[in-house]
């Protein structure tokens, strides 16, 4: 199956508010038991255990709902570890829906911007991340991505997305028409596994992008986490 260039509706400038809202909150649900949470939590619960930290900043880009950095936030409050974390999105509506998760979480805060033009000074967090966010880009975005975000981590960056696959994209397929009447997640999905890449195309690109050793893990079903070691 080749890799599609059709942009998601997800993508597009002033989706109806509704429509949108409904597509995040399915993709929470998508989040919570398909593996976009586990991706993430587990690179960040590894990398706080190798550095033996009691305390570190955390910059989630591409946030959606924030569920993924809450879920951390959570994960570190009940281990009694201090976590710091900010949360960006581009998208005005996004960040407005964000916003409103993050309203009583008190170590999370929200920041509207552009992933590729982030108003943060070198080195600000131990550890950037971002979850079925990279997909969305073409091989040269991902890869410039990759290397600004290595300038604000001081020690890793962590991101969880899929991995193109026929029986992940009609798997999802299935899945979504059973789950949800949302045209922007029935039509979103399936496209999301289409847009994203192999094992080995990960791979070629995270080796390609230069920033660092990186441990790469496929994860059910149909996942890939990469942790970077970018130990300033």
């Known amino acids: 199956m080749k890799r599609s260039s059709e942009c998601e509706m997800m993508d597009a400038p002033n989706n109806p508010p509704a429509l949108l809202a409904e597509d995040l909150k399915n993709l929470r649900q998508f989040n919570r038991y398909l ?118 981590a001081r020690r890793a960056i962590i991101v969880g997305d899929l991995v193109r696959h026929p029986l992940a994209y009609q798997g999802i397929r299935v899945l979504t028409r059973l789950w949800t009447k949302n045209i922007m997640t029935l039509t979103d999905a399936p496209l999301s596994v289409r847009r994203a890449f192999t094992l080995q195309e990960w791979r070629a690109l995270f080796e390609r992008a230069a920033i660092g050793r990186f441990q790469m893990t496929s994860m059910f079903p149909y996942r890939v986490m990469a942790r970077f070691d970018v130990a300033k």
Request: glycine share 6%.
């Open 35 to 152: 593996g976009g949470y586990r991706c993430i939590a587990r690179g960040v619960e590894q990398s706080v255990w190798q550095h033996r930290l009691a305390s570190f900043a955390l910059l989630d880009v591409g946030t959606g709902s924030a569920d993924i950095p809450i879920g951390i936030a959570r994960w570190a409050m009940e281990r009694g570890i201090d976590a710091k974390i900010t949360v960006v999105d581009r998208d005005a509506l996004t960040a407005r829906i964000a916003a409103e998760s993050v309203k009583n979480q008190a170590a999370l805060v929200l920041v509207r911007g552009d992933a590729a033009a982030l108003p943060f000074a070198p080195a600000s967090f131990d550890f950037v991340t971002a979850s079925q966010f990279l997909h969305h880009f073409t091989e040269s975005q991902i890869i410039e991505l990759l290397r600004m975000w290595a300038k604000l």
